[in-house]
C-alpha cells in the first residue's frame, strides 16, 4: 500500500517534533517518497536540514518562495503532487487553523487546495487537547472526513500526563497504511506489514541504543537529547535519530498498533434519551443520562474509530475526539444516523422515547381553571435500531441494547429476533442502573449469552469496543 506512495509530511510545532523524522524514515523504507513540510513552528523543534536529509527530497517550507515555487514546492504543486497528507505532530494551534481553513502559510494553504485523504496526528498537552476549542476543532476535522491517529495517553514533556502525547511513528505509518487502503481499496499491502515488522525491529535496536539511566528516554515525550541536530546530508544511521532513541522497545510498538484496531473504522453510537415535545415548553423523556452511550463513544475512540456520536439532550460533554449530532426528538435522532451512513458499526444506546403525542401543540396548552386536563395522543416512534437492522446501506454489525425489569434474558433475545440486529446488551434497570455508574449486562448474540460481572460503565463499554473490534477485525 506505501510502495510508490507520495506522502507530504507537514510537521508542526510540538515537542514531538521529532518523532515525524522517525516517521519519515519508516515512510522511506515501506517505498513511500516523502515531501517535508515544516511549518515555524516545527522549525523550532526540528531542523530544515534533518528532515530534508530524511527525506532525501527538497523541503517546503515558505508561501512566499519564488525557489521553493520553481522546484514544484508551490502549495498547488504539494496539494496536487500527493496522494496523501499527513499532519505529524498536528499542534492545538495547528489544528486551528485546519478547522478555520486558514492559509496564511504554505501548510494552511496546500491543506485548503489539496484533494487528496488528510490524516492528522494531534499531540499537545492533555489540558489543550480536552478544551471545548480543540475539542469543537477535532469535530470540525472530522466532519470533513479528516482522519485522525491518537494521541495516546501518557507521561508528557511539562511531568504531567494524560491524553495528548503523539502517537508512535509505527502507530502513525499503519494509519497512513490504513487510511490509503480505506481511499483505494486493494488487497492487504505485504509492504506494509514488512515496513511494521521493521518499524518494530528498529524499536528493538533503539531500545537497546538508549542511553543508560534515562527514564525520560523511555516515558516521557521528550527528546533523550537536543531535539535535533543538523545530521548533514547523508541519511542518518539509525542511532542518529533522536526520536529512536527515545522509542519504545519492540513490545511497545506492535502495542501501539495494536491497541487502535479501530482506525480507520467508522461507528455510530446513538445516546441519551429523546424529548418529545407536547407544546414549546413540554416533553415526554425518561430518565436515561447518556452515561452508556458516552462512555462506549469514549472506548472507541480510545480503539482509533471515528466515531459519530447522535446523543438526545444530557448533561454530559461530547468524548473527545468523537463528532456528535445533538437531536431532541426520535424522529431528529433517525435523521441523523441515516445522515451518519454508510458506517461499519452502529451501537443504539440511546433510550429513545417510543411514542411521541400525536399532534404537538406550537403553542403552549394553557391551564384553564374548572376545564378538564388535555388529554394526549400518543403515536409510535420510529424504531431507529429496526430502521438501522434493516437499512439498504445496513452497518457491518448492528448492536442494541435492552433495558428490561422482567425476563431479561428472553425478552432480549425475542428483541434480537424482532429488531434484526447482530447483538443485544441486556441489562436489568430494576435497580439504579439507569443514571448510575454500574451496570451488569448479558452480551446476547446469535451465538448464545455471556454474562458480564457487574461493572462500572466505562469498563462495560472498554469491554463491548473490544469485542467489536473483533468483530470488525
Ligand atoms: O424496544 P426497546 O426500546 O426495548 O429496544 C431497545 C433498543 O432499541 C435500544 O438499543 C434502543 O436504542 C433501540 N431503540 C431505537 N429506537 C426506538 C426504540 C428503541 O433505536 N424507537
Known amino acids: 500500500m506505501l510502495n510508490g506512495k507520495r506522502v ?4 508542526s510545532g510540538s515537542v514531538a517534533a521529532f518523532k515525524a523524522l522517525e516517521l519519515a524514515r519508516l515512510l522511506g523504507k515501506a517505498g513511500a517518497s516523502v515531501t517535508g513540510l515544516l511549518t515555524e513552528g516545527g522549525a523550532r523543534f526540528v531542523t530544515p536540514h534533518a528532515l530534508q536529509a530524511i527525506t532525501n527530497r527538497p523541503l517546503a517550507q515558505d508561501l512566499w518562495s519564488l525557489e521553493e515555487e520553481a522546484e514544484g514546492l508551490g502549495h498547488i504543486a504539494l496539494a496536487r503532487g500527493h496522494d496523501i497528507v499527513v499532519v505529524a505532530p498536528a499542534s492545538a494551534d495547528r489544528l486551528a487553523r485546519m478547522a478555520a481553513g486558514m492559509a496564511d502559510d504554505l501548510a494552511g494553504a496546500a491543506l485548503l487546495a489539496t484533494t487528496a485523504p488528510v490524516l492528522v496526528a494531534p499531540a499537545m498537552n492533555w489540558a489543550m487537547w480536552a478544551h471545548p476549542a480543540t475539542v469543537a476543532n477535532m469535530a470540525i476535522l472530522a466532519n470533513r472526513g479528516v482522519h485522525v491517529v491518537g494521541p495516546e495517553d501518557g507521561p508528557m514533556a511539562e511531568a504531567e500526563s494524560g491524553p495528548g502525547r503523539l502517537s508512535e511513528p509505527p502507530a502513525i505509518l499503519a494509519a497512513i497504511g490504513a487510511v490509503l487502503e480505506e481511499t ?11 515496513a511494521l515488522d521493521a518499524a518494530i525491529a528498529a524499536g528493538e535496536d533503539a531500545g537497546g541504543m538508549a542511553p543508560p539511566g534515562n527514564p525520560a528516554a523511555e516515558d516521557a ?6 531535539a535535533a541536530a543538523p ?9 542518529d535519530v533522536p526520536a529512536l532513541r527515545a522509542a519504545r522497545p519492540a513490545e511497545n510498538a506492535a502495542a501501539a498498533s495494536a491497541a487502535r484496531p479501530l482506525v480507520g473504522r467508522h461507528v455510530l453510537v446513538t445516546s441519551g434519551p429523546t424529548h418529545e415535545p407536547i407544546d414549546p415548553v413540554r416533553y415526554l423523556a425518561n430518565r436515561s443520562s447518556g452515561r452508556q452511550g458516552h462512555a462506549i463513544a469514549a472506548a472507541l475512540v480510545a480503539l482509533g474509530a471515528r466515531v459519530t456520536l447522535v446523543t438526545g439532550p444530557v448533561a454530559l460533554p461530547d468524548p473527545a ?3 456528535a449530532a445533538h437531536v431532541e426528538s426520535a ?5 441523523a444516523c441515516e445522515a451518519a451512513l454508510p458506517v461499519d ?7 429513545v422515547a417510543d411514542w411521541r403525542v400525536a399532534e404537538a401543540s406550537n403553542g403552549k396548552i394553557k391551564k384553564r381553571e374548572g376545564a378538564a386536563p388535555p388529554e394526549l395522543r400518543l403515536v409510535p416512534n420510529p424504531d431507529i435500531l429496526a430502521t438501522l437492522s434493516h437499512h439498504a446501506r445496513r452497518p457491518g454489525l448492528v448492536v442494541g441494547f435492552a433495558a428490561e425489569t422482567d425476563d431479561l434474558l428472553a425478552n432480549a433475545q425475542a428483541k434480537l429476533a424482532r429488531k434484526g440486529c447482530d447483538w443485544i446488551v441486556a441489562n436489568d434497570v430494576s435497580g439504579d442502573v439507569m443514571g448510575g455508574a454500574e451496570n451488569r449486562v448479558h452480551l446476547v448474540t446469535r451465538d448464545g449469552i455471556e454474562d458480564w460481572p457487574r461493572l462500572p460503565k466505562e469498563e462495560v463499554a472498554r469491554r463491548l469496543a473490544a469485542r467489536i473490534a473483533e468483530a470488525l477485525a
Not at 331 to 335: F, G, N, P
Not at 345 to 351: D, F, G, N, P, R
Open 8 to 11: 507530504l509530511l507537514i510537521v
Open 345 to 351: 458499526a452502529a451501537v443504539c444506546a440511546a433510550a
Open 231 to 239: 545530521l548533514g546530508s547523508a541519511t542518518p544511521a539509525l542511532g
Open 184 to 194: 483505494l481499496p486493494g488487497p492487504a499491502d505485504p509492504g506494509l506489514e514488512a
Open 331 to 335: 424522529r431528529e435522532m433517525l435523521a
Open 321 to 323: 475526539g468523537t463528532v
Open 221 to 226: 515525550d521528550v527528546p533523550a537529547a537536543p
